[in-house]
């Protein structure tokens, strides 16, 4: 919520190793199945996979690997308890009370969920237990109290009919969620759709199963039906593109890369043609003007990019800042950067912990290597930190240019590219030359700067003076190729929703 940034900013910055003998997690590893009409279930196949303790790269454990049979299982399941069973009978005042128990139990384990989030994920445990579990708790009440405000409307028709509409539950929702954000993201799909009547065949990230999976069987403590919400884990190419293209699921939302996303789409289109919402990738600018406090600009610049290691779809990894401050705004990032904590996320006051898997590590040295081979000015960073896990050194170039890689590409890494620019025209215009638009920052201290940026910038969201700041009701998405619909807040409600015109003749009317 909108706490986020100024919790991490408390955070230690005491010096951290990371190859020192990994904690041991705080929790057991209970669920590692599919979760199919309320039970948890082998795969069809029998097959498994190991999911990775990013830290080591050890196995934390095997879980079922589902395929296109599971989501035909899952699919039948959720159709049967959309068509026959309760959830969507119900009253939604006795939908909002299972979602609020369900809130109940994810407060009451919320160091169990963190820990299996930092132990799959490798997100420092102070912020998924902190942050990240109260956000989703938050999210679940909202849309708990948003399940029996749901209504139509009447309007006033040319002649004598009565009109009005009503907003039905959509029916079978598919919904593939990233590794990045894994408990948030399942709390942005499943809080709407629930709340609206649906039942959903949800698939986890093949990096990240394990909370997604606990928190569902939490949903089912509440007192959720079976066959409401059935959690699949499973690879994209199997399992993910089985639920993208079955022809028995009404509507999908997608969260990942806009190249996944593209794929997903003609997926949908070319089965049913099914309505599909899409949270993709950015390449968000964080433009200091030259009236900027420096020192707070640098601050929030570095949580921008750094936060969650730079694995957030939204980070601020095109930092423009006005040439008349550059210099001294280059010197304090780097400086902030070498005092960035690296290491166990499981350490009190760890800031950074290691990225996700060992593709994703591999992909931001390489293109750190690019920046280098490029031209730019490597001011720190640029290697690994440690011997074993997949820990990367806070790395900050200077002198980018917007035709470098490292200024266009979406890296999902701990590398701060700074650009300079001269005026707000020009600042415009580069920041909107991307095929991205999710979001972006804007420090200064001028209101009329702030208008003129805040309309002028082709993005979702455009946080003034502030990053990363979320809100259960604070809207979400992009422009352009970051996506379309939003997340989060009354507008994700309408995807879970159909509207129906109703329409009847009125005899002998007192009124029109």
């Known amino acids: 919520n909108a706490g986020l940034s100024r919790a991490v900013y408390r955070y230690s910055t005491a010096a951290a190793a990371a190859n020192e003998d990994p904690v041991s997690p705080p929790v057991k590893v209970n669920y590692t199945q599919l979760l199919i009409n309320g039970q ?59 979602l609020l128990r369900f809130a109940d139990l994810l407060e ?20 998924a237990a902190k942050i990240e579990v109260p956000m989703l708790i938050r999210i679940m009440r909202y849309y708990a109290g948003w399940a029996d405000k749901i209504h139509g409307l009447t309007a006033q028709a040319d002649g004598a009919h009565h009109f009005h509409t009503l907003h039905e539950p959509i029916g079978v929702a598919g919904q593939i969620i990233p590794w990045n954000f894994p408990l948030l993201m399942f709390a942005w799909k499943i809080g709407p759709a629930l709340a609206c009547g649906n039942t959903v065949v949800l698939k986890t990230a093949e990096q990240t199963p394990l909370s997604a999976l606990y928190a569902s069987k939490l949903l089912h403590e509440a007192g959720l039906p079976d066959g409401v919400l059935n959690t699949i884990s499973g690879f994209g190419s199997t399992a993910g593109a089985a639920l993208a293209s079955h022809m028995d699921v009404d509507k999908l939302a997608f969260t990942g890369s806009t190249n996944t996303g593209k794929v997903v789409l003609q997926l949908a289109a070319r089965s049913n043609l099914k309505p599909v919402t899409l949270e993709l990738g950015g390449k968000s600018p964080f433009i200091v003007c030259k009236d900027a406090d ?137 920041a909107n030359n991307t095929s991205y638009g999710l979001a972006a920052g804007v420090f200064t201290q001028d209101i009329d700067t702030a208008n003129t940026l805040t309309r002028a910038l082709r993005v979702g969201t455009v946080w003034i003076n502030c990053y990363d700041t ?19 807040g009354i507008y994700s409600l309408s995807n879970y929703l159909q509207v129906k015109a109703v329409v009847t003749p009125l005899k002998n009317p007192a009124w029109l």
């Open 294 to 430: 420096v020192d707070k600009a640098v601050e929030l610049a570095h949580f921008a990019l750094f936060f969650n290691q730079g694995q957030c779809c939204c980070a601020g990894s095109r930092t423009f800042v006005h040439e008349s401050i550059y210099d001294e705004f280059v010197e304090k990032a780097k400086a902030l950067a070498m005092k960035r904590s690296v290491g166990d996320p499981f350490k009190v006051g760890i800031e950074q912990g290691p990225q996700i898997d060992s593709a994703q590590f591999e992909k931001i040295l390489k293109y750190i290597r690019s920046g280098t081979e490029g031209g730019a000015t490597l001011e720190t960073g640029g290697d690994r930190l440690g011997t074993k896990g997949y820990y990367i050194k806070p790395t900050v170039f200077s002198n980018v240019q917007d035709d470098m890689l490292i200024a266009k590409d979406e890296i999902f890494g701990p590398v701060q590219s700074i650009l300079k620019f001269k005026d707000i025209d020009e600042v415009v215009r580069r």
């Open 470 to 488: 979320f809100d259960a009701a604070i809207p979400f998405g992009g422009y352009k190729m970051s996506g379309h619909g939003r997340e989060k």
């Open 108 to 127: 009451k384990h919320n160091d169990e969920l963190a820990a299996l989030e930092t132990w799959d994920n490798g997100k420092p445990y102070e912020q």
């Open 40 to 98: 948890f279930v082998d795969s069809i196949s029998g097959k498994t996979f190991p999911t990775l303790d990013p830290r080591t790269g050890d196995v934390i454990a095997h879980v079922a690997e589902g395929d296109a049979e599971d989501i035909n299982h899952a699919v039948s399941a959720a159709r049967e308890a959309f068509d026959e069973g309760p959830w969507p009978r119900m009253t939604a005042y006795e939908r909002s009370l299972i």
